[in-house]
């Protein structure tokens, strides 16, 4: 992971991200009622505050004292309880399942990007839209492009578009996904009027 994102408009955070697969996906976790910017600071947070974002150090945590970490002020995730619970789920199945390697995700058996959005699938926490939303990540913005990304990661994997956390590059691009994420409420709301 080579590239530099800018997914949070932190210098420090975006680097983290930039660097850490666990970091990213964490923060990909976390995108859920709450701006993007800010769930995407959170694996920054968690960083600051253990001295150090280790997969394995947080699976074996004391659950209590691991979501108390996520409380501080400011806390991680407006849930900082369920949410630093899922983060401590993640971690354990990502210790269990592929020795905290992440991105054996996505490099073990040089698999195609089907094979990739089952595994992302499979994480706790992460629903169709969400590992969809993570392969196109992957794929637009860190160059992890398996054959069939595009196809796996659905409209989410469309070049040009500005449908999720994938395609913010810069403010203007957040700036357009928060104009589509709006309309696209909008025009939901007014379906289940009719």
Known sequence: MAVTL??????????LLSSDPFALLVGMLLDQQVP??????????????????DVHAIAEMNPDEFVAVCAQTPAVHRFPKSM???????????VEQYDG???????????DGKTVLKRLKALPGYGDQ???IFLALLG????????????AAGDYGQDGSRRSIADVVDKQTLLEVRE???AAKAAAKAAKRK
Do not use: C, Y
């Open 180 to 182: 589509f994420k709006q």
């Open 101 to 111: 390697d992440v991105s054996a995700l996505w490099t073990t058996g040089d698999p």
């Open 130 to 132: 969400k590992a969809r």
């Open 140 to 151: 637009k913005q860190l160059g992890v492009q398996p054959t069939g990304w595009r196809q």
């Open 36 to 53: 993007m910017e800010t769930a995407f600071a959170g694996p920054k947070k968690l960083q600051d505050r253990l001295g150090g974002l």
């Open 84 to 94: 630093g619970e899922r983060i401590q789920t993640l971690s354990r199945h990502l």
């Open 6 to 15: 800018n997914l949070v408009g932190d210098r420090a955070a975006d680097a």
